[in-house]
């Protein structure tokens, strides 16, 4: 039998805080055992799960691994906009003329990420 990925784990000052923006962002919920200035933080969503855990250091370089968000009920650039509002920061826009691109954003602590079209906007073909 296989392996499976059970988290997806980042290394961050402050788990609650950062389990709390992905919270928001993915519509899933923070464990009900997290609390503010827990070594850890356990974040569900809708198929997946984010372990948040301290680490004294500052992160520094860019990240080797990003996710790539596609939203479910909203376009890309509406996604963008709520993402923004609860605390990201613009790194790079990557969106074209013809609608098509992406958008690269930080979470509250730098970790980088990308926001795609929705199903909807990449149309029958998505897939």
């Given amino acids: 039998m296989s392996s499976v990925v059970r988290h997806l ?3 961050c000052h ?3 805080r ?4 992905w919270a928001a ?3 899933g919920a923070l464990s009900d055992d997290d609390y503010p ?13 984010l372990l ?3 680490v004294p ?5 860019k990240n080797r691994v990003h996710m790539d968000l596609q939203p479910q009920d909203r376009t890309r650039d509406e996604e963008v906009e709520r993402v923004l509002a609860l605390g990201a920061t613009l790194v790079a826009d990557h969106r074209t003329a013809d609608g098509r691109g992406w958008v690269t954003l930080a979470d509250p602590e730098g970790n980088e990420f990308c926001v795609e079209r929705s199903a909807a906007e990449r149309g029958p073909a998505a897939g």
């Fill in 9 to 11: 784990t980042f290394d």
């Fill in 14 to 16: 402050d788990p609650y």
């Fill in 18 to 21: 950062l389990g709390q923006f």
């Fill in 25 to 27: 962002v993915l519509d």
């Fill in 37 to 49: 200035g827990d070594p850890e933080a356990l974040v569900e969503a809708p198929g997946s799960a």
């Fill in 52 to 54: 948040f855990i301290h």
């Fill in 57 to 61: 250091e500052a992160k520094s370089i």
